[in-house]
C-alpha cells in the first residue's frame, strides 16, 4: 500500500515534505498508534535499481539498524512495497547544524558541546565496525532539545567492506571534509578518515568558514594534502593543537577518539552531559502482502561494497548545490554527463565520435583518453581531455574538459558535433 489520503500503512499520517533528493524523499509524519513525530524517508525502488545504487541503500539501513545511540539518528522501522522503501526514522526537530554555522561562528563553548556529541557518537559507530564516510554539517541534525544527531549513513562502509589489507578503497566523502589518504586512493582506514572529518567539522563550527577551500578542486586537495590552513586569531591554542593532531595529514599519526576524549579542552563540561542511551536491537521490517525490502538475491544483510564514487554521486543529487568544487575556474571549458553504461562502452563511444571527427586518440589509462585535432584550425589546434569516474560497473561520470585551443573552438565542436553524437548513451548533462 502506497501512501493514500496521508495514510502510510494504517500506522503513520503523513505531513509535509521535509526534502528531497534524486531517489528518495522525506516527509514528516506522526505515528496514529502513539502520536510520535518522525520522519519517512521514501526511497524510489526502481530509480536505485537502474543505476545501480541498491547495495548503497541497503547499506544504509543496515547501519543504521546497528547503531543505537542517543547521537545517532534512530531507524524504527522499515516497509516496502513493490516499488517504495519506507524508512521510519527519529524526527529532529531542529534541523542541520549547517543551519547554525551558516548564520556565523559559533561560542566556544557551544561549539564543544557539539563537538562532544559528535565525537562519542562516532566512536560508538567505529566500535560496532561503522565507518561514516559523509560527516559534515549537512549530515548532522538537531532535536528540540538541542542534542546532536548523526545521520545520513549512505556512504557509510562496514567492516566487511575492508579488503584485505584491512583498509578501505572506495574514494569516498564531501571534497572539502574529505581525509588526504581518501584522495590518495591508496587504500585508508575508515576511523582515522572519519576523525579527520571531525576536525573539519569543529573548526567549520569555531570559525564560521572551511579550513580548505578553492574553486578548483585539484588545489583544495593539494592544500588538504599539506594540511595547508590558518586558524583564526581567536582560537585558542588548546583549540589550535587539537586542530593540529586531528588534521594530521599522516593517518598514522593522527590522533585518536579515545585521545580526542582525554583532551583538556574536549573534557571540559564533558562530565556534565547525560550518558549515550546505548540500546542493543534492531529496527522492525514490516511488509504489505505483495513485497519484500528487497528482491530473494538482495535480502537485508548480504553486503557487498559497491565501488561507488562518492564525490559524483554528491554531485548528481539535486538537493545539493556542490558546483563550486567541481569546476574549474572557468566553467566554459568543462561539460560534464551520466551513462548507464559500461566504462569499455563509454570509451568506445567516444572512439568512435573521434574518428567521424577526424580526432587523434590518446588512451592514457582507462579511465582517461585525449582528443586532438589532427589539422590545427584557424586559431589553432583544439583538444580535450574525457575522464571516467565509476559510480557503479554500470553508471559513470563523464568529464569533458578542453586541455588546450580556442574555447570558442571547443564549444562549439562540443555544441554541433560531440553532445549529438552522445545522445543514444547520456542519462543527465550536469549542470542542466
Not at 554555522?101 to 557551544?110: F, H, Q, S, W
Amino acid at each position: 500500500m502506497e501512501i493514500k489520503e496521508n495514510i502510510l500503512m494504517q500506522k503513520y499520517k503523513v505531513g509535509k515534505l521535509l526534502g528531497r533528493g534524486t531517489f528518495a524523499k522525506v516527509y514528516h509524519a506522526r505515528s496514529l498508534k502513539t502520536g510520535q513525530n518522525v520522519a519517512i524517508k521514501v526511497i524510489n525502488k526502481s530509480k536505485v535499481q537502474k543505476v545501480g545504487l541498491i547495495d548503497q541503500t541497503k547499506r544504509e539501513i543496515s547501519a543504521m539498524g546497528l547503531v543505537k545511540h542517543q547521537n545517532v539518528v534512530q531507524l524504527y522501522e522499515v516497509m516496502a512495497t513493490k516499488t517504495k522503501i519506507y524508512c521510519v526514522m527519529e524526527y529532529a526537530k531542529g534541523g542541520e547544524l549547517f543551519y547554525k554555522v551558516a548564520k556565523g561562528r559559533l561560542e566556544e563553548d557551544v561549539a564543544r558541546r557539539y563537538f562532544q556529541q559528535l565525537i562519542k557518537a562516532i566512536d560508538f559507530c567505529h566500535s560496532r565496525g561503522i565507518y561514516h564516510r559523509d560527516l559534515k554539517p549537512e549530515n548532522l541534525l538537531l532535536d528540540e532539545s538541542g542534542i546532536l544527531k548523526v545521520s545520513d549513513f549512505g556512504l557509510s562502509a562496514l567492516t566487511e567492506s575492508v579488503g584485505e589489507d584491512g583498509l578501505l578503497h572506495t574514494t569516498c566523502g564531501t571534497p572539502s571534509y574529505v581525509a588526504p589518504e581518501v584522495v590518495s586512493r591508496k587504500g585508508y582506514d575508515g576511523v582515522k578518515s572519519d576523525i579527520w572529518s571531525c576536525g573539519v567539522i569543529l573548526f567549520v563550527m569555531l570559525s564560521g568558514q572551511l579550513p580548505f577551500h578553492d574553486s578548483n578542486l585539484m588545489e583544495m586537495y593539494r592544500k588538504i594534502s599539506r594540511a595547508d590552513y590558518k586558524c583564526p586569531s581567536w582560537f585558542s591554542a588548546e583549540v589550535r593543537m587539537l586542530l593540529c593532531r586531528m588534521l594530521d595529514p599522516n593517518p598514522y599519526t593522527r590522533i585518536s577518539t579515545a585521545k580526542i576524549m582525554e583532551n583538556p579542552w574536549f573534557k571540559k563540561g564533558f562530565d556534565f552531559m547525560p550518558a549515550p542511551l546505548e540500546v542493543e536491537g534492531r529496527p522492525s521490517i514490516s511488509l504489505n502482502k505483495e513485497s519484500t525490502v528487497f528482491t530473494a538475491d538482495e535480502k537485508l544483510g548480504q553486503r557487498k561494497p559497491v565501488n561507488l564514487n562518492a564525490f559524483d554521486i554528491i554531485s548528481l543529487s539535486s538537493g545539493i548545490d556542490l558546483s563550486g568544487l567541481f569546476v574549474s575556474k572557468d566553467q566554459k571549458d568543462e561539460a560534464k554527463f551520466t551513462a548507464a553504461r559500461s566504462s569499455k562502452a563509454i570509451i568506445s563511444k567516444l572512439e568512435d565520435i573521434a574518428r567521424k571527427l577526424k580526432l587523434k586518440v590518446r588512451k592514457k589509462d582507462d579511465a582517461l583518453l585525449k582528443l586532438e585535432e589532427v589539422t590545427p584550425g584557424k586559431v589553432g589546434t583544439v583538444s580535450m581531455e574525457a575522464e571516467l569516474f565509476e559510480i557503479t560497473s554500470s553508471f559513470y561520470l563523464v568529464e569533458l574538459r578542453k586541455s588546450g585551443g580556442e574555447t570558442l573552438e571547443y564549444q562549439k565542436m562540443l555544441r554541433e558535433d560531440i553532445r549529438p553524437a552522445l545522445k543514444e548513451i547520456v542519462w543527465a548533462w550536469q549542470g542542466e
